[in-house]
């Protein structure tokens, strides 16, 4: 399972980014997808979920009425739609994928300025 995101870069409070994470048709239809991010030094954590059907999403507490997961069936593709961040939301994020087993992509690095 070959996961490779991107989109990450440096906002400022309050701006907006768009994470994509592209791997392939059959993995997006079928795997439950998500995201993560990690803090140097910290454990890695869950942000958003989206299950295979998109009939289920579920976000953190610390993201929830800011981020939108959602994928593209079609295109082998999931996004992570982020709004007002915050420099808190400074951290590489992390796509994934699981049917059991958790699968990783590369991270993209995301820079939320004061």
């Known amino acids: 399972v070959q996961l490779q995101a991107s989109g990450g870069g440096l906002v400022q409070a309050g701006g907006s980014l768009r994470l994509s994470c592209a791997t392939s048709?059959?993995?997006?239809?079928?795997?439950?997808m998500g995201w993560f991010r990690q803090v140097p030094g910290k454990e890695r954590e869950f942000v958003a979920a989206?299950?295979?059907?998109?009939?289920?999403?579920d976000y953190a507490d610390s993201v929830q009425g800011r981020f939108t997961i959602s994928k593209n069936n079609a295109r082998g593709t999931v996004y992570l739609q982020m709004n007002n961040l915050k420099p808190e939301d400074t951290a590489v994020y992390y796509c994934?994928?699981?049917?059991?087993?958790?699968?990783w992509g590369q991270g993209t690095l995301v820079t939320v300025s004061s």
């Open positions: 989206i299950n295979w059907n998109s009939r289920r999403t």
């Open positions: 994934a994928a699981t049917s059991g087993i958790v699968y």
């Open positions: 048709r059959e993995i997006v239809s079928i795997y439950t």
